[in-house]
């Protein structure tokens, strides 16, 4: 008689053991919300259709703050929110009772932390799984652009800055080039006067020179 107990105690916890293996809950190790948005923490379990779900909770830890629950979903008593930090930020929804998940709005700072959305089973139990929420500053929008327009702005003013000193080169270059055509007439015409007027074109000439002495002076860039 003990030995028929025992194999039927045998039995039921392998039947168990098999059950509990052949469900998981699945859900995202980790989620990344910002400052001030939304963030939704998903939660599904997959098991036999023999298995009952009777009951699911949500509750939150971080570092600075305890253990607190947040929503509660029974079948039987539709969902109840508890009092905590996510109080007015948090909606329930359920796609299924298989596939559940959390909205939460507004995040703050403080939201960081573990999620555990929690099963309640028959005939295999409790089954949980943790979810762990980062929160970052809110994201820059258009920061690119942003970059993009201060390299513009950055080329306009050494643009303007460099203006002023290409006018004086150009200035200069022009004041050297009229130097230059001063300092490098047009050669004098001769005036050749005969003395004679049988004189030939082949005979001596006595001719009239007008030496001019021209100092130059170079003008470098």
Same mark, same amino acid.
């Given at each position: ?35 001030? +948005?939304? @963030? ?12 009952? &779900? =009777?009951? $699911?909770?949500? !509750? ?27 109080? +007015?930020? @948090? ?12 909205? &939460? =709005?507004? $995040?703050?700072? !403080? ?111």
């Amino acid at each position: 008689m003990e030995l028929c107990h025992i194999f039927s105690l045998m039995l039921i916890c392998m039947t168990l053991s098999t059950s509990a293996q052949s469900q998981q809950i699945i859900a995202d190790p980790e989620v990344t919300a910002y400052l001030g +948005g939304d @963030v939704t923490l998903h939660c599904r379990l997959q098991s036999e259709s023999t298995v009952k &779900i =009777t009951q $699911v909770q949500w !509750t939150w830890e971080s570092t600075e703050k305890k253990k607190e629950d947040i929503v509660i979903h029974n079948p039987a008593h539709k969902t109840h929110y508890f009092n905590s930090a996510f109080s +007015g930020r @948090v909606v329930y929804t359920n796609q299924s009772l298989g596939h559940v998940s959390i909205n &939460i =709005t507004g $995040v703050k700072l !403080t939201d960081k932390g573990k999620f555990t959305c929690q099963y309640t089973t028959f005939p295999n139990g409790i089954m949980k799984t943790t979810t762990t929420l980062i929160v970052k500053a809110k994201k820059v929008q258009g920061q690119s652009s942003h970059a993009r327009v201060t390299g513009i702005l950055v080329c306009v003013l050494l643009l303007i800055s460099c203006l002023p000193i290409a006018v004086i080169v150009m200035t200069k270059n022009s004041f050297c080039r009229r130097i230059l055509q001063a300092a490098n007439p047009r050669p004098a015409s001769l005036s050749v006067v005969y003395e004679n007027a049988h004189d030939s074109p082949g005979s001596e000439l006595s001719m009239d020179c007008t030496y001019t002495t021209v100092s130059l002076h170079l003008c470098y860039n």
